[in-house]
């Protein structure tokens, strides 16, 4: 996608995950409870970033929908461990078990195309909301809790919901980062800019899309379970919010569509608004609700992908070459497909829509 | 029974009108405005300032209308204009944003509460008729109902035979040639989204009038309309009062078995459609009629195919 993080080969990635995940493991032995359960909300923003990222920016999928997942997942925990499971495996479990809701669902939404399948996703969620609402165990509106954690001793369980959302983080980064390399991700990437020409070429749109759609659905619904392990309580109607698509949007928007690191810095700039205007309520929503807009109109490639230009203006005019001109995104990737070629094209990607 | 039929068939008359503007702005410019609900509730929101400012309740909806328009002229110059020529996706992440502000911006303004226009419109919010058989029918929603058909049928003349209905028709159906043959796209676009957003903040005072409105309702608003729009099929507008009315059945018919029911059936409804929609498309992509069994069933492929070619 980029030439200047051609220096990310798997080896170095790996040595410097590996690095960054040992540090942030024992980080909670140093810092308070406070920082701990920061981190935890930060690292929860993250994936659910990097995962609407994946969606739109690799598979030109807009959901409205992502928090059926985030939802579901807690759910089926919590039916999980109502029926004697105990709560760490069942949180897992019950993440898998949304995502295979999502992989059993994708055939039908995925054949609608642009508008349709944000509004359909959004129905289908608000759908599963109110079935989840008919179990008794949930109690409607009320809500309820995940009573098997409060007997697990709180500094274990602040460690334990720290732990499941930076594995799942990190788990769910390495597994995307994979996937745009192999040639599944060149194929979405293909998606992303024309599916007509991308299966004129012999991409085979239906499961690379269902890849794209069941992976992100998995990350969702992790980042759903991490949040029960740390909030305890599971309210329907804040669980399946579609305020999460809506911040989801934002954090994807700010930090740019096209790379896997655009969402993450888009979920820091969230997290440090949140830490700074939270307090302010709906005018500090209003606020992100403007600037989502405001990115989508001014600065369609965000935050990453405004650096990058920067970067290739730069280069440009070091070299006396003349700069590459703004290629046409379908034929690179689809040439790229065409040919058989499984490594990331070298071009640099055009990056506005 | 016959009386929640009733009720359904009264409600869809208020989702035709919510629905009708979605349904131009998707005919004209291409994109579903995913803040309609949003604009819907802002126009509600202006009435009950209005009212309450002192003006009498028809008056503040009279002239919330061209107020309303304007802001539809205006967001679609400023805003939309922006999006058409980048791709599917950048209208709707943009509306989307959109709503989120507007949504945010009345709460902060107004608050929480629940409001309703109930209390200035006097006795007709309570006035109802009673049939033989002793079912009783709000004057109000028969009103709104009335109001759906003249508006949608006013709507309908006003494309069919003004220049500037004309102009709207040829810019829907064909860009280019319409350019070619002086159709002004720009100010087409405009004063379609200046009637599309006027419709929905007709929508959103009905609401104020038979129930209440609180800021976060708009992407209910939005859900509901978009229901009508695919039920009755995309690109017409009596196709959007009958998707209007079957949503209101759906409705109606789902609040007798639970509580839950209301909302569930609607979307339930919504989902089957359009996978009835999607199949049939299948079949003819691969040159099969739309139903395996040639008689009895065959009207329902005639149904769709206008929702087809709308949608290409």
Redesign the interface.
Same mark, same amino acid.
């Given at each position: 996608m980029n030439r200047s993080l051609s220096y990310l080969t798997p080896r170095t990635v790996t040595a410097a995950a590996l690095l960054a995940v040992g540090l942030l493991i024992l980080l909670p032995l140093v810092v308070g409870p406070n920082v701990v359960d920061k981190l935890t909300g930060l690292f929860i923003l993250m994936l659910l970033a990097a995962m609407w990222g994946l969606m739109?920016g690799q598979a030109?999928l807009?959901s409205?929908g992502q928090q059926a997942w985030f939802g579901l997942g807690g759910y089926l925990a919590l039916r999980l461990v109502d029926s004697g499971m105990a709560p760490y495996p069942a949180l897992l479990v019950g993440a898998v078990g949304a995502a295979a809701v999502a992989w059993a669902l994708s055939p039908?939404l995925l054949?609608?195309?642009?508008?349709?399948f944000?509004?359909?996703t959004?129905?289908?969620a608000?759908?599963i909301r109110?079935?989840v609402?008919?179990d008794p165990l949930v109690q409607g509106e009320t809500g309820t809790s995940m009573l098997a954690l409060n007997a697990v001793d709180p500094t274990l369980r602040r460690y334990l919901a720290y732990a499941l959302s930076l594995g799942s983080l990190v788990v769910m980064l390495l597994v995307v980062w994979w996937l745009m390399r192999s040639p599944v991700g060149t194929a979405s990437r293909a998606l992303g800019d024309d599916d007509e020409a991308a299966a004129s070429l012999g991409v085979r749109v239906m499961p690379t899309r269902r890849a794209v759609f069941v992976l992100a659905a998995l990350g969702c619904a992790l980042a759903g379970v991490a949040w029960l392990a740390a909030a305890i309580t599971f309210l329907p109607r804040t669980n399946f919010g579609?305020q999460w698509?809506?911040l989801m949007?934002?954090m994807v928007?700010v930090g740019g569509l096209r790379s896997l690191w655009g969402p993450l810095a888009g979920a820091l700039v969230l997290f440090a608004m949140q830490e700074s205007l939270g307090d302010h309520? *709906?005018?500090y929503?209003?606020g992100?609700?403007?600037?989502? *807009?405001?990115f989508?109109?001014f600065l369609?490639q965000g935050l990453a992908g405004a650096w990058q230009q920067r970067r290739q203006r730069l280069g440009a005019s070091a070299s006396t070459a003349p700069s590459t001109p703004p290629s046409t995104p379908t034929s690179d990737h689809a040439t790229a497909v065409a040919a058989g070629a499984a490594p990331l094209p070298t071009t640099p990607r055009s990056t506005?829509? | 029974m016959i009386d929640a039929l009733l009720q359904g068939l009264l409600l869809g008359g208020y989702y035709a009108m919510l629905a009708a503007g979605l349904s131009l702005m998707?005919g004209v410019l291409r994109?579903?405005n995913?803040a309609h609900g949003d604009l819907a509730i802002l126009g509600a929101f202006l009435v009950l300032a209005l009212t309450a400012a002192g003006l009498p309740w028809w008056a503040a909806a009279l002239l919330s209308l061209p107020a309303m328009a304007m802001v539809g002229a205006l967001l679609q110059r400023w805003?939309l204009a922006?999006?058409l020529q980048?791709?599917?996706?950048?209208p709707?992440?943009?509306?989307?944003?959109?709503?989120?502000?507007?949504?945010?911006?009345l709460?902060?303004v107004f608050g929480s509460e629940a409001r309703s226009l109930a209390d200035a419109l006097g006795p007709l919010s309570w006035a109802s008729w009673t049939l033989p058989g002793g079912i009783v029918v709000g004057q109000l929603p028969v009103y709104t109902l009335v109001l759906a058909v003249v508006v949608l049928a006013t709507l309908q003349q006003v494309l069919r035979r003004t220049r500037l209905g004309r102009a709207i028709r040829a810019a829907a159906s064909d860009p280019e040639a319409a350019a070619l043959n002086g159709v002004d796209a720009a100010r087409v676009h405009r004063a379609a989204a200046g009637i599309a957003t006027a419709l929905a903040a007709l929508a959103g005072t009905l609401l104020a009038l038979r129930a209440t409105v609180e800021?976060y309702a708009g992407?209910m608003l939005?859900?509901f309309a978009?229901?009508a729009v695919?039920i009755g099929g995309i690109g017409s507008l009596w196709g959007t009062l009958w998707g209007g009315v079957l949503l209101g059945l759906a409705q109606s018919l789902g609040a007798l078995v639970?509580p839950?029911g209301f909302?569930?059936a609607g979307?339930?409804l919504?989902?089957v459609i359009?996978?009835v929609r999607?199949w049939c498309q299948?079949r003819a992509a691969h040159g099969r009629p739309a139903w395996p069994w040639p008689a009895g069933l065959v009207h329902l492929s005639r149904l769709t195919r206008g929702t087809r070619e709308a949608a290409r």
């Open positions: 739109a030109g807009v409205v039908y054949r609608l195309k642009g508008g349709e944000a509004i359909a959004w129905v289908v608000e759908v109110i079935l609402m008919l579609v698509s809506v949007l934002f928007l309520g *709906a005018w929503l209003a992100v609700g403007a600037l989502s *807009a405001a989508a109109l369609p506005s829509p | 998707f994109i579903i995913l805003v922006r999006t980048s791709g599917p996706l950048l709707l992440l943009v509306t989307i944003g959109l709503g989120a502000l507007l949504q945010n911006l709460y902060g800021p992407p939005l859900i978009f229901e695919v639970s839950a909302q569930l979307h339930l919504f989902l359009l996978g999607l299948h």
